[in-house]
C-alpha cells in the first residue's frame, strides 16, 4: 500500500498519531488494567508498582498534544459508577488502614482547624474513570472520537485527575517508604 504525501502530513498533524498520543495510550491501558486487577498482588507489591506507574502515567499525560474539541461529539463513557466502585474498593481493601491520609491542596483547608481525610483508592478510582474513559474511546478507531477524547482527556488532566495523581503518589509514597522500614525491622528481627 502506498502512502500519498497528503496522507502522511494529515497523520504527522493529528494528535491521535503523535508518539507521545501513542505513548500515553500504551501507559493508560497498562494503569487501567493493573487497579482493574489490585487485589491479585500483596500490598507491598501493588504500592511499589504504584509509585513508579503514576509518575509515568502523570509524565505521558503532560505531553498530550492540544488537540482541537469539537462539541457536537458525544462521546459515550464506559467506566460505570459500578466499575469505579469496584476498583475503589478493592484498592481500599488492599491498602486497609494505608488508604487514610491528609489533604493539604483541599480548598477548605485554609479555612479549617481540622484536618481533611482523604482516601488513596478514591484518588486513583477517580483517575482510573477518566483515563479508563480515554482508553475505551481510543480503542474505538474512529479519528473523530479518538480526537475529541486526547482533548478531554487532557483538559481532564489539567482541571482534575492529575492533581489526584499527585495527591496519590504523595501517599503512597509515605506508605512504601515506610513499609521498606517495616520490612527491614522483620528482617532484623529473624
Not at 88 to 97: F, K, T, V
Not at 133 to 159: D, H, K, P, T, Y
Amino acid at each position: 500500500m502506498r502512502i500519498y504525501k497528503s496522507e502522511r502530513v494529515v497523520k504527522e498533524n493529528n494528535p491521535i498519531y503523535d508518539r507521545n498520543t501513542l505513548e500515553f495510550v500504551t501507559v493508560a491501558l497498562e494503569y487501567c488494567t493493573f487497579v482493574e486487577t489490585a487485589g491479585q498482588a500483596d500490598r507491598f507489591a501493588f504500592v511499589d508498582k504504584m509509585v513508579k506507574l503514576l509518575p509515568l502515567l502523570y509524565l505521558k499525560a503532560s505531553l498530550l498534544p492540544e488537540a482541537a474539541s469539537d462539541e457536537d461529539i458525544d462521546l459515550e463513557l464506559s467506566v460505570t459508577e459500578d466499575m469505579y466502585e469496584a476498583v475503589r474498593s478493592r484498592i481500599a481493601d488492599l491498602l486497609g488502614d494505608k488508604d487514610t491520609y491528609l489533604e493539604t491542596f483541599h480548598p477548605d483547608m485554609q479555612y479549617s482547624d481540622t484536618p481533611i481525610a482523604a482516601f488513596i483508592s478514591e484518588n486513583l478510582a477517580d483517575v482510573y474513570q477518566d483515563v479508563g474513559n480515554f482508553v475505551s474511546l481510543f480503542r474505538q478507531g474512529i479519528e473523530e472520537v479518538m480526537q475529541e477524547a486526547v482533548a478531554v482527556c487532557r483538559e481532564n488532566f489539567r482541571s482534575y485527575w492529575g492533581q489526584q495523581t499527585l495527591n496519590a503518589l504523595k501517599a503512597l509514597h509515605a506508605v512504601r517508604y515506610d513499609m521498606d522500614e517495616n520490612l527491614e525491622s522483620v528482617e532484623e528481627e529473624i
